[in-house]
């Protein structure tokens, strides 16, 4: 004889599924847009995440993915033009990636490509930032 699942494990299951099932059709969504300007969806994330100056490592934590991974995004984001790699003001052993001109209208593109049918229009902006702000807790919950 078996015991069936706490209901807390079904419930939790249920909600891995769906925050999982979000996550997808997040990813299919960047993919679909960056598609449409000549990028993947890595070079779309980077360029999304590029708010400002900031270092390889920066990138690739926004972007949750290792230094290595992000450098070869950067290589090719570099060859056409759209990042540029400079001294860093303050730490003579570290680059500070910039997008030029325009990696920064290609940005400006993306990101109003990225708000167009986007999996989340369905929310107001405060149910967006009531999800933000629970699933901000679930993630920073020691």
């Known amino acids: 004889m ?30 679909q847009r960056a598609v449409t300007l000549g990028l993947t969806s890595a070079q779309a994330t980077a360029l999304r995440e590029m708010t400002g100056p900031m270092t390889m490592r920066e ?6 993915c290792e ?15 759209l990042i540029e790699r400079r001294a860093h003001p303050t730490d003579r052993r570290a680059k500070q990636l910039v997008l030029t001109p325009e990696g920064s209208a290609l940005r400006e593109r993306l990101l109003e490509l990225l708000v167009q049918d986007s999996p989340l229009a369905g929310l107001t902006t405060q149910q967006q930032r009531a999800l933000q702000g629970l699933l901000e807790q679930a993630i920073t919950r020691p």
């Not at 990138?59 to 949750?64: C, D, G, Q, V, Y």
């Not at 230094?67 to 033009?81: G, R, W």
């Open 2 to 31: 078996t015991t069936s699942p706490e209901p807390q494990a079904i419930a939790e299951r249920e909600l891995c599924g769906l925050v999982n099932g979000l996550a997808q059709q997040i990813a299919d969504h960047v993919r």
């Open 59 to 64: 990138l690739a934590e926004r972007m949750s």
């Open 67 to 81: 230094p290595s991974n992000a450098t070869f995004i950067v290589d090719k984001l570099e060859k056409q033009d």
